[in-house]
Structures are given as C-alpha cells and as structure tokens.
C-alpha cells in the first residue's frame, strides 16, 4: 500500500481558514491543513498525495499537502502534548486530548446523542435541533479523519448551533480531542452540552457490503451513548433517488446499524411516510412539518451525493427528524 506522492509548486491559495487551506498546486487542487503542516503560500516546494486523484475517488478527488518543504520542517511538537494521533504513521503527530487536563462525566444522564452515518446528515439533523441549546458535534472515524475539512461545521459554529466539535479516535484537528467516543460523549456530558450529535467526516469508507462500511461508527456511537446513560438516537438514512438499489429507501448501512446495536435504539422516522417492517419497534413518528424551511434558513449548502433537497426530499427530512426528535428529549431531561 504504497504512499502516492509527487512534489510541486503551490500555485494559488483559494480558500484560507486558520484550520484548512484550499490551494492549487501546479494547478491542481490540493487541501492542507496549515496546524499539521505550517503555513502556505505560493511558491511553496511542497509534496502531496495524489493517490485519491489519481483513482477519481468522488469525495476525496483532491490532493493533500504531505509536507511543505519551504517553511513547514523543523515544526516543534504542541506544548505538553505526547498522546500521538495516528501513532507510528509517517504523519503521526502529539496532540493534546480532553483526558489529560478536563473532566469526564460519570453518566450522560439522559442527553440525546444523534447518531450519523453520513456527514451529510449532520446539518439537517442540528436544524432539527434548532436555536436555544448547546449542541456538541464528536467526529467519528468512518470517512475524512480532519474535523477542519467540513464547510458545514464551520457554517454551522457560525450560526451557534454547534458550540464544539471534538475529534474521537483517529480523527484529528477539532477544537478537542478525546481517545475514544466513550470519553468524547463523557467530555461533551461535562462541559454542560445539551445535545450530542456523532457523525463521521466527510466521505464514508464503503465497500457494498453489509458490514463494510464507515456507517457503522452510528452503532458504535449509539453503542456507546446507551452504556453511558445517554438517549441515543439514529438518523435513518433515506433516499428516493439514490441509483443504487442498496441505499434506495432505507439504506442497508442504515439495516446494518440497527441491527449491530447492542440493545433496542429509537429511529427518528418523518410521520406519515411509509416504512420497512424491519423498523416495527424502533421507529418513532417524528411530525417534520416545516422542515424544508428550517434547513434554508441555515444558509448552508445541503447536498448529499450531489442531490440538493429538492432533488431527495427525504434524506434531508429524516435526518430533520433525528434532530427534532432529539430536541423533544432535551425538554423532557
């Protein structure tokens, strides 16, 4: 499994955040990740990965910034860091985790945890969830690794209805990060959130098979959330207009994710529509009335596999559900 890396020149900088950096190099497009990496700018001697270009891969048809060998060598570590992310990788690299310095709770105490298994869904779901509480958002290893890569967390810390987003496991670059999804739902308890919503990054690590895919970190997730005294919640994914038969209707990710759930967890299900029988006894009737007009309101771009909600209403008003449904829940704590 060789590395794919070619060495060029940073020929434009296109978007500059503090944690993510769309540049091209040698006029191909190329995303960095300046914490990691150093400061860009054009000119740069930098080397990159090409492989996921290389191979047309749909979400991650881009390159990376391996290393920037104008002015990112000789980086120290993070102060006080020695939990490595990635450990014993060519990227590895300390990071600070929650653990070491912040507390954990004892029990989640009845907090909805949402549970994505898609990055797409997590928009809808926080307009289900609406203004008025604190929202944390734990990124789940399933599909990108770097929290900094998602437009729709940043737009959706913008709006304040996420407070915080904490990168559980391999994922890296969040405002925390914490060891395992356990301790990040732990961490998110103490810090006083109302809601939790768990998703992995953008992409989703599939192979067509039952069990073969990153939509299972939604299981883990909910797996976790029960055993520490959590509600946890899965977002189904649906769609109408999906090409594949596989994910048209309920999708089987979604089949599988139930399924592996240790005990019994809700489904949020948009009233009125119909569904599998294999739901009977976990679906929960969501009324999802109005749900087009809360998603527009956030101003942010809804798409999942290029489709807008006028293109698959469905996926986005089931994924609302969650969010709603979970809301209910922070009204009853």
Not at 41 to 61: I, M, P, T, Y
Not at 214 to 241: C, F, M, T, W
Not at 285 to 314: F, I, K, N, Q, T
């Amino acid at each position: 499994m060789p590395l794919s890396l070619h060495r060029g020149t940073v020929t434009a900088v296109v978007d500059a955040f503090e944690e993510l950096l769309r540049l091209e190099v040698d006029g191909s497009p190329c995303v960095a990740y300046p914490r990691l990496t150093g400061p860009v700018e054009v000119g740069d001697d930098v080397l990159v990965n090409v492989q996921a270009r290389a191979l047309g891969l749909g979400s991650g048809g881009f390159d990376v910034l391996h290393a920037n060998l104008t002015r990112g060598l000789g980086m120290p570590p993070e102060p006080g860091a020695h939990v490595m992310k990635l450990p014993y990788m060519p990227v590895q690299a300390a990071i600070r985790h929650a653990e070491e310095s912040e507390p954990l709770a004892d029990s989640l105490a009845g907090r909805p945890v949402v549970c994505c298994s898609l990055h797409s869904q997590v928009a809808p779901v926080c307009a289900g969830l609406g203004a008025g509480l604190r929202v944390a958002y734990v990124q789940l290893p399933g599909g990108a690794l770097p929290v900094s890569l998602s437009d729709s967390v940043r737009a959706l810390r913008r709006l304040g209805l996420l407070g915080a987003a904490a990168a559980a496991g391999a994922c890296l670059d969040g405002d925390v990060h914490c060891v395992s999804t356990h301790s990040a739902l732990a961490w998110a308890a103490a810090a006083g959130f109302d809601a939790i919503v768990c998703g992995i990054g953008p992409g989703v690590v599939g192979t067509g098979t039952k069990l073969g895919h990153g939509g299972l970190a939604a299981a883990e997730a909910a797996n976790a959330a029960a055993a520490l005294g959590g509600h946890p919640i899965v977002a189904a994914r649906v769609s109408d207009a999906d090409a594949r038969e596989r994910h048209r209707g309920v999708s089987h990710h979604t089949r599988a994710i139930v399924e592996t759930c240790l005990a019994p967890v809700p489904v949020a299900w948009p009233a009125g529509r119909p569904a599998p029988d294999w739901l009977d006894g976990r679906r929960v009737d969501v009324d999802v009335a109005g749900w087009e007009d809360a998603c527009a309101s956030l101003g942010v771009r809804l798409e999942h596999m290029g489709r807008g909600p006028a293109d698959d209403p469905w996926f986005f008003a089931t994924a609302f559900a969650a969010g709603r449904l979970a809301r209910v829940h922070t009204e009853r704590r």
